[in-house]
């Protein structure tokens, strides 16, 4: 069987098109009329419905890494440094990445799916024809919501995945809360934890964007709604790995490392 | 020209010239022109494809024509800026094919929509006694808090409409109002769509294929074939017109 790659023409249209997609979102977020109300929505929709999800993944995530980790740590005799290597790990890179590609799958996938069917619904029109821009309406709202609602469920999941990892370690060794949280506060400096915010906040624009970009032009009927979805998860999942990589290029870059 | 009962001109209230539309090698309409008057209903018959909806999207500025002029209400829609294309489209109402409405709001969300955009002056009261009336008019006053998902496909056109005669629209375009509809709903859409223009003193384009909805709604009737006007008149005069196309939509 021979496997086919999507063309270099088809990747550079598909980027192209973010790219545009992109300028208009930023000739469009500050016209008049903010959709204030829409916006709370969707902060209301992208974030608290998505608590849940990633606070359950943020507390496996700090508890697996721990248990995993100890066998070794503890070859090195290097147990007590427990706490402060599962904080750095998981602030600095795996707790926003991790959480960032949930995000994608959840968040990226429904508002490819919701715009996509109001696309072929005709309901973008209706909006257009009841003098609403649907491009402030609906793209503004979800792309600025999505950017400040993934930074949020990051800390959150950071946050969990820390208590995740405290509850691991009382597994084998009791460990007091305060000593705990003193290695794990003393292990992390400006450097861990304002790089891996900062990028967060990118994570989530390049999700609601990707997201809002393959409904919004999404076309072929119902068939076209499930592949708005389908490939808004995988380009928003791929964005969010090349924006890291970035991330780490600047952050090494500035000697923030 | 059309003239009333006492013989004066009717109001021209809309005004197509010389449109063309393609889509890429496809060109969907070739000059085409037509004229719509107040309180007039025209039907405009075609086959599948033929550039039907092209044709209304273009009249409400959701699709812009590559040459031609359309004047709405005295307006010309290629020349508007988005805001004046806004204030036009108060005064022109749309109903989808595909009714358009916002599966995540009520059917009173629905409707309040349109007014939350233009009529930001009305206080709460004057929003919900507009609601009640327009969903009265179409008979779904008791559906004021239900999902259009809980709806079934005539109740769905029947609020569709509703929600677009809530801003009192001068003109009126139906976008094939009674396609998958069985014949008893359609009858009750054909029916709703007179009486609301009595009500409302709306003019129409309406697209169709259904020649019963033809028949009881078109005060004339436009044929719609390879992008051009190629019969124009009342549905009487078509129904005798020996051109083979024009009898192979109404026998």
């Known amino acids: ?257 | 020209m059309p003239l009333n009962m006492t013989n004066t001109p009717l109001e021209k209230v809309l005004e197509v010239r010389h449109l063309y539309k393609a889509f890429g090698d496809n060109a969907v309409l070739k000059d085409f022109s037509m004229d719509l008057y107040r309180r007039e209903n025209v039907v405009v018959l075609g086959k599948s494809g033929s550039g039907k909806s092209v044709l209304i999207k273009c009249i409400i500025g959701l699709l812009r024509p590559d040459q031609g002029q359309i004047n709405v209400l005295g307006k010309p829609v290629l020349d508007l800026t988005p805001a004046e294309l806004d204030q036009l489209r108060v005064r022109v109402g749309f109903l989808f094919q595909s009714n358009a409405l916002y599966d995540s709001m009520s059917v009173r969300e629905n409707l309040e929509f349109p007014l939350r955009r233009h009529g930001r002056d009305k206080s709460r009261e004057e929003v919900n006694t507009l609601v009640v009336e327009a969903l009265t008019n179409v008979g779904l006053a008791h559906t004021v808090d239900m999902m259009p998902a809980e709806l079934s496909g005539g109740m769905r056109k029947r609020i569709a409409l509703a929600r677009t005669l809530i801003l009192k629209p001068e003109i009126m375009l139906y976008d094939e109002p009674t396609t998958g509809l069985d014949p008893i709903t359609s009858r009750e859409i054909v029916q709703l769509i007179l009486k609301v223009q009595d009500i409302y003193n709306t003019s129409s384009i309406v697209i169709s294929h259904d020649m019963s909805c033809v028949r009881q709604l078109a005060n004339r009737v436009i044929m719609l074939v390879d992008g051009k006007c190629h019969a124009d008149g009342p549905y009487e005069s078509l129904m005798q017109n020996p051109d083979p196309i024009v009898q192979g939509f109404f026998h």
């Open chain 1, 1 to 257: 069987m021979k496997l086919q790659f999507p063309s270099y023409r088809l990747i550079l249209e598909e980027l192209g098109g973010l790219a545009r997609f992109t300028g208009q979102f930023f000739r469009n977020w500050a016209a008049p009329r903010m959709e204030i109300q829409e916006f709370f929505r969707q902060c209301y929709m992208i974030g608290y419905r998505s608590v849940g999800l990633v606070a359950i993944t943020g507390f496996i995530l700090g508890l697996v890494m721990t248990i995993q980790s100890r066998p070794t740590m503890a070859r090195f005799g290097a147990e007590s440094w427990i706490p402060s290597m599962v904080a750095i790990s998981i602030i600095r890179e795996i707790g926003p990445v991790i959480t960032a590609l949930i995000c994608a799958g959840k968040i990226g996938s429904g508002i490819g799916a919701e715009l996509g069917s109001m696309k072929v619904t005709e309901q973008i029109d209706a909006m257009e024809v009841s003098g609403t821009n649907p491009f402030k309406y609906l793209v503004v709202t979800r792309v600025w919501a999505t950017t400040l609602m993934v930074p949020v469920l990051v800390c959150c999941s950071d946050t969990i995945a820390i208590w995740g990892s405290y509850l691991a370690v009382n597994m084998k060794n009791e460990t007091s809360l305060a000593l705990f949280s003193q290695q794990v506060v003393d292990s992390l400096s400006f450097s861990d934890v304002l790089p891996a915010f900062i990028k967060t906040f990118f994570f989530g624009f390049a999700i609601g964007i990707v997201g809002c970009y393959k409904g919004y032009t999404s076309s072929k009927g119902t068939e076209g709604v499930g592949l708005a979805a389908n490939s808004a998860v995988v380009m928003a999942s791929l964005l969010v790995f090349v924006l890291d990589l970035l991330a780490a290029q600047v952050t090494d870059t500035l000697g923030l490392n």
